[in-house]
């Protein structure tokens, strides 16, 4: 009995101290997001952020976009902000390609953006990978507002750091969820590869050209890849 409450108060003491380290490093990025005209939040949890961001989007009514984020998909906030009263844009019920451009035309002039990013740096870069850039459009130019939320299980050191943790551990699982015949796919590792891609634009966003446009919402958990 004793060797057992002592392991689940190390436990807790463990998970504690974490939480501890992530508000502190949450703390020092939302500075430097400051510096780089960027808004930052900390939340401990998904579910505080989930609230974060329904009162981000503002009041009912406006047209709501997401890009493909396993952060945002592994949780209901797609069902909270409709039932807050948003016009949330379903990508995934444009098909045909003539629906595919109407969709991309409500996501550009869309009134929030959401997204998650593939790292961020601890002085506030955000550093995102994509394939055909539809979703790195939308964080740079066109929606009112971009939401990124963000587990800090994707903090890194340097620009540098996180493209390599975007490679070797985010794509690689991307590609085998997506079923895609890529060198890390099969490896787990980045091969620099051509003919099978998804690594197709490489982003770093290191302020915003508008005040506040980018809003950041840090969560104190491991979220997505």
Do not use: W
């Not at 060797?3 to 502190?24: H, I, P, S, V, W």
């Not at 998904?46 to 989007?57: H, P, W, Y």
């Not at 929606?143 to 794509?171: C, H, L, Y």
């Amino acid at each position: 009995m004793f060797l057992r409450e002592a392991l689940q108060n190390g436990g807790e003491n463990m998970n504690q101290a974490k939480k501890t380290f992530y508000a502190n490093q949450a703390k020092s990025i939302i500075e430097k997001l400051k510096l780089r005209k960027m808004d930052g939040y900390y939340c401990e949890s998904m579910e505080e952020a989930k609230q974060k961001v329904v009162e981000l989007i503002g009041e009912a009514g406006k047209s709501v976009g997401y890009g493909g984020s396993m952060t945002i998909d592994e949780s209901d906030l797609k069902e909270q902000i409709k039932a807050a009263g948003h016009d949330l844009i379903i990508r995934e019920e444009y098909k045909t390609p003539e629906q595919v451009e109407e969709c991309n035309a409500r996501m550009i002039n869309a009134d929030t953006f959401l997204m998650s990013t593939n790292a961020i740096t601890l002085n506030g870069e955000l550093i995102n990978i994509d394939g055909r850039g539809n979703r790195l459009a939308y964080l740079i130019y066109g929606p009112k507002q971009v939401i990124v939320i963000t587990g800090m299980n994707k903090v890194v050191s340097d620009v540098e750091d996180g493209i390599r943790r975007v490679r070797n551990f985010a794509t690689p699982p991307n590609t085998v969820r997506l079923d895609r015949n890529t060198p890390c796919a099969k490896t787990g590792k980045c091969g620099d590869c051509l003919a099978e891609t998804i690594c197709c634009q490489i982003v770093t966003t290191r302020s915003s050209m508008v005040p506040g446009r980018i809003k950041v919402v840090l969560v104190g958990e491991e979220l997505g890849y």
